[in-house]
């Protein structure tokens, strides 16, 4: 089992940026398949970013691609999210989560993924 505790989070002006951490417990981070998913007000909660165990395999939704990335530092458990170029519509609570029922690669669905944290608000202004 793995806790995860998200940080990072604030309010930032269109155009500017913010790197969220997702920070680990335990000692088999390693094993886990992270991803970042992000949810409105009064929407539902959609997948983001997501990291393959090793860091060599990332994917993305194609609303943040160009100006999200992700990248994951095992030795410290933790996981980053560089969000650079921010709208207003990135505005949302964003979710940290993990998965070791992957061997490889990545997941995309909200199903796929056991464990959360407890999210971190992320608003952006015009």
């Known amino acids: 089992q793995v806790q995860l505790v998200e940080s990072g989070g604030g309010l930032v002006q269109a155009g500017g940026s913010l790197r969220l951490s997702c920070a680990a417990s335990g000692r088999t981070f390693s094993s886990y398949a992270v991803g970042w998913f992000r949810q409105a007000p009064g929407k539902e909660r959609v997948f983001v970013v997501a990291i393959s165990r090793s860091g060599s395999t990332t994917g993305y939704a194609d609303s943040v691609k160009g100006r999200f990335t992700i990248s994951r530092d095992n030795a410290k458990n933790t996981v980053y999210l560089q969000m650079n170029n921010l709208k207003p519509e990135d505005t949302a609570v964003y979710y940290c989560?993990?998965?070791?029922?992957?061997?490889?690669?990545?997941?995309?669905?909200?199903?796929?993924?056991?464990?959360w944290g407890q999210g971190t608000q992320v608003t952006v202004s015009s």
């Open positions: 989560t993990a998965t070791n029922r992957v061997v490889a690669g990545y997941r995309t669905r909200l199903s796929d993924y056991e464990y």
